[in-house]
């Protein structure tokens, strides 16, 4: 390929292969083995998992090594969400582009020797923005080409996909990469780019990435460029990197909401945490882990009841936001209930009332 | 006013405020975030930078970073800017949808959501086709080819030079750049429909996105570029900047009144330039006691949090919603408006009814979100506020 050198990394390191795809075991077991069987034996699939695991990367990977490059744009069809899908869309294209026969006879891919299939793929990719309608259409189009068709169906939550539709398809999870399977690509990408990185800064950077391998490879390439040639990379151009919420900052919330300063002080502390940019729903996720952990003396201190009402407006909040509520007021309410529930302690009944009200 | 409004806005009066006037585009040299400059600096000197989506409080300087990487990756000629209005028909059947565009050889900006819900056919139809299209010359309908500093190109050539057509300086980026204003206010359908274009077409076309809230964006966009946090400027940094363009247009800020204009900006540093220009016209030097002067939208949202604090009646609550709907019609967007009166009264109220406060509001500014008529919400806060006060108070005139 020329000009790979001008790709962000995440697309330069995509795999090409369905082997090279890291840590998804079973799904990629399962393929090669359709991919090696020669006989094109295929179900319809749906890749399911958070962003950034492999799936758009699998579906073409697995698409690429059974038709060739040579095959690809006449078998293939990949729809994703900055397509019109409405049902007009699902009827007319699928359909057109599912009755155009294939050639009879045995076609070779040159690439592998082996067989090209005799049927076509069309790929949903995105399909959670695909409306229930359309995913109704969508039912009977895949019955009436089973024969020469299959469909790969992406999305990240299974439960956006219709049960009859789900139904049709061998359903293969994506995981969340762990931690081994990160630090080992990252490895492999930051030795192919000729840089040496601590072993410590590597796991910070697989922390912080959540088992999203792409952010993983975007934190890894910005962090190295921002620390400028011969530059440090060190863990504040990581957090710099990968929008974390520093530990410092965290406290300062810890001690405004769980402490006992005035209602005032508690505010101004977390006016200056949204001034200063720092994403709510990410403090929230990053807090809610401390209350998990238990080990800081001011949350080991609240009662169980205490802490499940604490993570409860924490989720309340961040589903709020998630509909576009606005951040700092969503913070001034966190502060004021979690002020609230630290100060009830001696009053039970007041606090399982909060809960049942959340 | 936000995204492209305001960069019209500025386009139109530029050299006119001092806000914009001032505004360097060079990294190396802005006084503000200097850590963060030096890090972008860093980034965009070579040609393989991710995606951007920078986020953080509105005046905290996002697009000036924005347009200091233009500045890197393309040198001047970014800033070479022309706004157009254009009417395209998208969508099947075709419907017409106005957008204006800003843009120069190398980038577009343009703010999706500034259209409503045909924001998903601007971004699957428009943003698809300029992400896609290599030289960015060949989307401007507009009369004359662009000249090319080698020289215009032969008309045969045309498919085979697509590539280079618009970089004939070799050691600019062979890609253009596409700048999304409040990313965050674009709806759900159309950020999903950006996710797919942005790795297609990553080649050719990198995606720049501004946001107030990251919360707001959905998690496949945001994992798909880098995040670049732009806090407001420190009330050292503030004083620093007022200083300076004082100095550049000759006249003083003392001491006290640049701590009066960094106190009621709230660290905003364009809110706080524009303060100090409508202050220093209403009256230099500055007197001892003179106040800042404020923009009308600020002087109107903090009246109606007074007038809710002086009486809790039906009768003000008429004069608000009068003001409400003056404000929205001047198209203050209904949560800057929101935020506006909750953080007046806020500094105002007593301690007990703070949390109550802050607790109504955060759930009358999510229903405003969810719902569709903004007034309504902001409406419904306003009366129960007042019915809280009223309660509050004479709870505490039985203590006597
Ligand atoms: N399992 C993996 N092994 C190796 N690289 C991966 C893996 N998953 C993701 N990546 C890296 O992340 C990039 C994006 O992956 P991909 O497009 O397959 O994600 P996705 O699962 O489709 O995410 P989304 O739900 O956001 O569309 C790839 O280009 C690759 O660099
Ligand atoms: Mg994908």
């Not at chain 1, 019955?143 to 061998?170: D, K, M, Q, V, W």
């Not at chain 1, 002080?265 to 238990?294: A, C, H, K, P, W």
């Not at chain 2, 330039?273 to 030097?285: D, F, R, T, V």
Request: hydrophobic share 40%.
């Amino acid at each position: 390929m020329v000009g790979n050198d001008m790709m962000p990394w995440s697309e330069k390191y995509r795999p090409q292969k369905v082997a090279q795809v890291a840590h998804q075991d079973e799904v990629v077991r399962m393929l090669s083995s359709a991919l090696d069987d020669g006989q094109g034996n295929l179900p319809h699939l749906l890749f399911y998992g958070p962003p950034g695991t492999g799936k758009t990367s699998t579906a073409l990977a697995l698409c690429r090594q059974m038709f060739g490059a040579q095959h690809f744009k006449a078998r293939v069809l990949e729809l994703n969400a900055s397509d019109e899908r409405g049902i007009k869309v699902v009827r007319d294209r699928i359909k057109t582009f599912a009755q155009t026969s294939v050639p009879e006879g045995r076609i070779t891919n040159k690439e592998t020797g082996r067989a090209v299939p005799a049927f076509k793929i069309i790929i949903l990719d995105e399909a959670d923005a695909i409306t229930t309608d359309a995913q109704t259409a969508l039912r009977r189009t895949m019955e009436t080409f089973s024969l020469t068709t299959r469909f790969i169906l992406i999305c990240n939550y299974i439960s956006r996909i219709i049960a009859p539709l789900a139904s049709r398809c061998a359903k293969c999870r994506f995981m969340p990469l762990p931690m081994s399977a990160m630090r080992a690509h990252l490895s492999h990408i930051a030795s192919g780019e000729g840089l040496s990185i601590s072993t410590q800064l590597l796991d910070h950077m697989c922390e912080a990435s959540e088992g999203d391998m792409r952010r993983a490879i975007t934190t890894l390439q910005s962090t190295s460029r921002m620390a400028g040639p011969g530059g440090d990379m060190d863990d504040e151009a990581l957090v710099t990197a990968a929008c974390l919420v520093p530990e410092s900052v965290l406290d300062d919330f810890e001690a405004a909401v769980l402490g006992s300063c005035s209602f005032k002080d508690m505010s101004l502390v977390l006016t200056n945490i949204v001034d200063d940019g720092y994403s709510v729903s990410q403090l929230i996720l990053q807090f809610g882990r401390r209350i998990q952990e238990n080990t800081r003396a001011s949350i080991a201190g609240l009662s169980d009841l205490q802490k499940s009402a604490v993570v409860l407006k924490l989720a309340e909040a961040e589903a709020q936001m998630i509909d576009g509520a606005d951040e700092w007021l969503q913070l001034q309410d966190i502060g004021g209930r979690l002020r609230e529930t630290v100060q009830c302690a001696t009053n039970q009944g007041s606090l399982r009332h909060t809960i049942q009200s959340v | 006013m936000t995204g492209v409004g305001k960069m019209e806005q500025e386009h139109k009066r530029s050299g006119l405020m001092w806000v914009d006037k001032h505004r360097s585009t060079n990294l190396a040299k802005l006084e503000v975030h200097k850590a963060l400059n030096v890090r972008l600096l860093n980034l965009v000197r070579q040609g393989d930078v991710p995606h951007l989506f920078f986020y953080g409080p509105p005046g905290a300087g996002k697009r000036t970073r924005v347009m200091g990487v233009l500045h890197e990756l393309f040198g001047a000629s970014a800033e070479k800017l022309r706004v157009q209005h254009r009417v395209f028909k998208l969508g099947d059947p075709p419907k017409e949808v106005e957008m204006t565009l800003v843009m120069s050889n190398h980038h577009v900006e343009m703010n999706p959501s500034d259209v409503g819900i045909k924001d998903r056919l601007v971004v699957q139809e428009m943003i698809k086709e300029i992400a896609s299209s290599v030289p960015l010359d060949a989307f401007q309908t507009t009369k004359k080819k662009e000249q090319n500093a080698a020289g215009p190109e032969p008309q045969g050539a045309a498919a085979a030079g697509a590539n280079t057509s618009n970089n004939s300086a070799a050691h600019k980026p062979a890609f253009k750049v596409l700048v999304l204003h409040d990313v965050d206010r674009m709806s759900r359908l159309a950020q999903q429909a950006l996710r797919r274009t942005m790795e297609k077409y990553a080649r050719t076309c990198r995606i720049i996105m501004l946001a107030t809230s990251a919360s707001k964006v959905i998690e496949p966009l945001r994992s798909r570029c880098l995040g670049v946090r732009v806090p407001l400027p420190s009330d050292t940094e503030l004083v620093q900047v007022l200083r300076h363009v004082a100095n550049k247009e000759g006249f003083i800020v003392t001491d006290s009144f640049g701590a009066k204009v960094v106190a009621s900006s709230g660290r905003n540093m364009r809110r706080a330039l524009l303060q100090l220009e409508a202050s220093k016209s209403q009256n230099y030097p500055f007197s001892a006691e003179q106040q800042v002067t404020k923009a009308d939208w600020e002087l109107a949202c903090a009246s109606i949090s007074d007038l809710m604090l002086v009486q809790q009646a039906p009768r003000t609550l008429l004069t608000v919603r009068q003001k409400l709907y003056d404000l929205l019609t001047h198209a203050i967007p209904a949560d800057i408006i929101f935020h506006a009166i909750v953080a007046n009264l806020l500094r105002q109220v007593d301690q007990e009814l703070a949390p109550q406060l802050v607790a109504h509001a955060a759930m009358y500014e999510h229903r405003m979100q969810k719902g569709s008529k903004p007034i309504l919400h902001l409406e419904a806060f306003c009366a129960r506020f007042m019915q809280l006060y009223k309660a509050y108070l004479s709870a505490i005139m039985d203590l006597f």
